[in-house]
């Protein structure tokens, strides 16, 4: 199989001179300020984890007090709509908005841990295979490519059926699940540190694999796996809204995207907006964190770098 | 040529084999799988006799020969709540997710390959910023949020497609496609439109640098045959490969989409028997899903081989 | 004889990211017709460059001409190839000026079989239909020294060696008799038994069909048995140009007077390489303001840091680019 997605990005990047912490800020300000979508896709973003952080004191409202009297209510902009409910409420009379803005939570910790927990335990066996090689290099990359090649919604969907509605299932999910994509990127990376001799000559030298993984090999693939954790995380927040699509992510009484899409879903020929409004909301993360990691994956590929815009 | 299909032939074999394992293992995963099965009100005896009907009190060696003997032949058991081979349910199902993945990859491909072509072929242009915007739209509106907007619209407001269901016309014994695949295949195929769209782009752009499209300028070739004959050419051979991922995606992926327009596939199925807690079904359909996907790599391989004179004259 | 091209002061930058390259600064020089002329000098002194700006085969941007002609004679009539349209600079590629380029597995299509490669020009500018740019074709792999032409014409070319990939890239600069060949280090990818067969293929194949050629290499030994006359290229300025025997007797240069006293001789197996001169050549981020030699030239006096020399002539058809006189071992006294 001809590599495709990941690998196919071409992140991996040669050693950048050593900077100051300064001098480096400096350095990724101004390549933020070249190529505003990437500040856009930044600002957008801090605006999601901002609502995460201070939902109690933002969200007009308890997203789960319920108000039978002010039940689907339609947004204020449309004619029966109030600015006592700016996005309307659901079929139980609970705020759209302060829902919402409390659903970022569920998306951020999913995308957050997941990502963290997939990208550090692949990190970890991607180094092994590529050090150990062999048999457990062998053995490692054939579960990885086992599980590259199942259907990867099918097989979520299994086991999320299986092991029931809980954050700390699905975030768990989703880690496992992920963990081959990081497993190629480090061993790809080791790989070529590896064949570049360069290993050889330090070792023969007696430099530390330690100081190796350190100072060669982790420098080198933090850009690469920024970039691939930023679209990760895209991809596991809209993986958790498809799975409480579907009632199988965190139990129905949390405000979750997912589940109030699975709610608005039956009433969406009538009152419509239950259902697209909190769509809305997974769109506008999903913009920021795909505009921040094509930025990413600009400004780390130093191929790319050198083209004048 | 044959090396390289034997080759991917035994690598598909070990992935069916690894697939076995996972799904059979995976039902383990929480002691006890026939409590999953019943309903949570059930009487112990009921549990029991669940338990006997589906072999589950046997070792768990046992079962698993029992399983692997079966799904070599085909047979997943029967499903709990149709009373009814798994296997058959599904290939039941089997020609609406095909028409539905079909239909999307093709509207995919019309829209995406010259979409990313145009681009490509005049980076910064118009063409091009529409190239960036339909790779971004594909990455960042889910495929449900857009079949419930699409319904909202066109089903509800407009009145343009049916809301739900799936309407075929026969022909000469053949059942055609109706009207009513259009909204699913579209809210379907967002994603591998994007994906073309950006996979067409960045290859034209690649290879438009190549030495050789210099050679072909170089010999006074005109920008339409640089294009047609020797841009073209090059970018459809891992063009190929492309398309084969996502026509497996759109047959596995189609979940959503199908229970949301009530369309009668195999995705559907799948929701269903989830809800209906009928693990048997889920099993054989996750099973069937992958090897559909491994079929279909399979093929996709060979396809690339065949379309690669250095795989095909190789070795 | 008569001129058939004639390249003024031709004058080309990258605008990089990075800065603005000067790769070409005022190349000037004639081609005769019939003549073979050698351009040598080191990598990235802008060969390629300037040979393949004339045919606009160059990415534009980052490329851009500054200024310039570069006149092709047609039977007297000259056309500026600098100003040329699209459409009709599609008409001299390959019908008129044919192009070799160096590395011959990239230059050849991967997926395209090396006959229709081959037939594609003369389909395109002969009109031939299919059948008879078949023929034609195998007649060329045939001329070209690829022995059973008939059964290679569909091979892919991967499925050739390197030097049957270097003749058929020949086969295809020459297929519809352009009038100039431009050869841009033909033999370096090669090694050094092939490198003498595609020289001497290269020569007979003038010979035969009466063509100009421009012959890009840096290696010095590979010249003296091709060349008529020698372009030296340093750091994009045309340093000298010379008749070849005149300039290995006279050289009136210091970059080429290294560049010759860098030769091996026979007898010495060490590469041929231009680069055995002391120090780097100069990086190319700002127009040059002063001779580009200067830096490592062992004759360098003050005149050479205030202003860039001009075109002083030198015997017979030689010209240089240098404020000292070597033959006379002193400045020159400017005229
Ligand atoms: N696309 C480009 N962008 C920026 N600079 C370029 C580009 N192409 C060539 N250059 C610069 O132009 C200069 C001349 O390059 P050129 O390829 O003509 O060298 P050359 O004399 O042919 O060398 P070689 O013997 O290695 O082929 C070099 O300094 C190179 O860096
Ligand atoms: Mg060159």
Redesign the pocket.
């Known amino acids: 199989m001809p590599e495709t997605s990941a690998d196919a990005t071409g992140l991996l990047v040669d050693e950048t001179p050593d900077r100051t912490f300064r001098q480096s800020l400096v350095y990724v300000g101004r390549l933020f300020w070249r190529d505003k979508t990437g500040l856009v896709g930044l600002i957008m973003f801090l605006m999601v984890v901002f609502s995460a952080i201070f939902a109690p004191w933002i969200a007009p409202y308890d997203p789960l007090q319920q108000d039978l009297r002010a039940a689907k209510t339609p947004p204020a902009w449309t004619e029966k709509g109030s600015f006592d409910h700016p996005l309307g409420t659901d079929n139980l009379g609970r705020d759209i908005l302060s829902r919402i803005i409390y659903g970022s939570r569920v998306s951020l910790t999913v995308g957050f841990f997941g990502v963290l927990i997939a990208c550090s335990l692949g990190l970890t066996i991607g180094l092994i295979s590529g050090y150990v090689g062999g048999r457990t290099d062998n053995i490692i990359m054939g579960g990885v490519n086992l599980i590259l090649s199942l259907p990867y919604l099918v097989f979520v969907v299994f086991i999320a059926a299986i092991l029931g509605r809980s954050l700390l299932i699905v975030i768990l999910i989703f880690a496992f699940t992920d963990i081959p994509i990081f497993v190629r990127i480090t061993r790809g990376e080791v790989l070529r540190i590896r064949e570049s001799g360069f290993v050889e000559a330090a070792l023969s030298i007696g430099a530390k694999r330690r100081r190796i993984i350190f100072r060669h090999i982790l420098p080198n693939l933090i850009g690469p796996l920024i970039t691939i954790a930023t679209f990760e995380m895209s991809a596991m927040i809209f993986y958790e809204a498809g799975l409480g699509f579907l009632g199988l992510s965190v139990p129905p009484s949390v405000p979750s995207w997912g589940n109030m899409l699975a709610v608005g879903r039956k009433y969406l020929t009538i009152y419509p907006w239950i259902a697209t409004i909190p769509g809305l909301a997974i769109v506008f993360t999903g913009l920021a964190m795909n505009l921040l990691g094509d930025w990413l994956r600009d400004v780390i590929d130093p191929r790319l770098r050198r083209v004048k815009k | 040529m044959q090396r390289y299909i034997l080759s991917r032939l035994i690598q598909s074999l070990l992935i069916l084999l690894g697939v076995l394992l996972i799904v059979f293992f995976m039902l383990q995963l929480t002691g006890d799988p026939v409590s999953l099965m019943v309903s949570r009100n059930a009487s112990p005896e009921q549990v029991q006799r669940v338990r006997e009907e589906m072999g589950f009190n046997r070792p768990m060696m046992v079962q698993f020969a029992d399983f692997m003997t079966g799904a070599v032949v085909g047979d997943f058991g029967m499903s709990l709540r149709h009373r009814q081979p798994a296997m058959k349910l599904i290939l039941e199902r089997l020609p609406a997710t095909v028409e539905l993945a079909t239909v999307a990859l093709l509207m995919a491909m019309v829209i995406g390959i010259p979409l990313g072509l145009l681009g490509g072929s005049n980076p910064g242009g118009f063409w091009d910023t529409l190239c960036r915007l339909a790779g971004l739209i594909g990455q960042t509106i889910p495929n449900f949020w857009l079949a419930l907007i699409l319904i909202v619209f066109f089903s509800v407001g407009l009145g343009w497609f049916p809301t739900f269901g799936r309407e075929t016309c026969t022909v000469f014994g053949i059942h055609l496609p109706t009207r009513s695949v259009i909204l699913p295949a579209f809210a379907l195929c967002l994603f591998t439109t994007g994906q073309l769209v950006r996979f067409t782009r960045a290859a034209v752009l690649e290879i438009k640098n190549e030495d050789y499209v210099r050679t072909a300028y170089s010999k006074g070739i005109g920008d339409r045959q640089i294009y047609t004959r020797h841009i073209l050419r090059n970018a459809a051979i891992p063009l190929i490969s492309i398309i084969g991922v996502q026509f497996g995606y759109l047959l596995s992926g189609s979940i959503y989409i199908e229970t949301i327009f009530s369309w009668p596939g195999i995705g559907n199925l799948l929701a269903e028997a989830i809800g209906n807690r009928d693990f048997a079904l889920v099993q054989a359909i996750a099973f069937f899903a992958s090897l559909t996907v491994v079929i279909l790599n399979l093929l996709t391989d060979i396809a690339y081989g065949l379309a690669d004179p250095r795989i095909r004259y190789g070795d | 004889m008569s001129t058939i091209l004639s390249v003024r002061d031709l004058t080309l930058r990258?605008h990089?990211f990075d800065g603005v390259?000067h790769?070409l600064n005022g190349i000037s020089f004639d081609v005769q017709a019939g003549e073979t002329l050698a351009i040598v000098?080191?990598?990235?002194?802008?060969?390629?460059?300037?040979m393949m700006s004339l045919l606009h085969l160059?990415?534009m941007p980052?490329?851009r001409i500054a200024r310039g002609e570069a006149l092709f004679y047609t039977n007297g009539t000259p056309t500026d190839l600098l100003k040329m349209s699209r459409a009709d600079m599609h008409r001299v590629r390959g019908a008129q000026i044919g192009y070799i380029f160096?590395d011959a597995l990239s230059a050849l299509n991967p997926v395209m079989t090396v006959g229709r490669q081959i037939g594609e020009s003369l389909v395109m500018h002969l009109g031939m239909d299919a059948e008879t740019a078949r023929k034609r074709a195998i007649d060329l792999l045939d001329d070209v020294g690829i022995p059973g032409a008939r059964a290679r014409y569909r091979n892919y070319p991967h499925q050739f060696s390197g030097g049957m990939r270097q003749r058929a890239m020949i086969a295809i600069a020459i297929a519809c008799n352009p009038r100039m060949v431009i050869a841009d280090?033909p033999t370096t990818a090669l090694d050094v038994t092939v490198q003498a067969q595609i020289v001497e293929l290269a020569k007979r194949i003038q010979r035969e069909r009466g063509m100009t050629v421009v012959w890009?290499t840096?290696d010095l030994g590979v010249v003296a048995g091709i060349a008529d006359r020698v372009l030296v290229?340093y750091a994009?300025c045309p340093v000298e140009i010379a008749p070849v025997d005149d300039l290995y007797d006279h050289p009136q240069h210091p970059y080429t007077r290294g560049l010759l006293s860098a030769l091996p001789r026979l007898d010495d197996r060490s590469r041929r390489d231009l680069a055995s001169i002391q120090g780097a050549p100069p990086d190319?981020m700002a127009s040059p303001r002063h001779c580009q030699f200067a830096w490592r030239c062992p004759y360098v006096f003050d005149r050479c840091w205030k202003a860039v020399p001009p075109y002083y002539p030198a015997g017979k058809g030689h010209a240089t680019q240098c404020f000292y006189d070597l033959e006379n071992g002193r400045p020159r006294t400017d005229a």
């Open positions: 990258f990089t390259v790769a000098g080191e990598s990235g002194s802008g060969k390629s460059v300037t160059l990415p980052p490329a160096q280090e890009i840096h290229m994009g190319m």
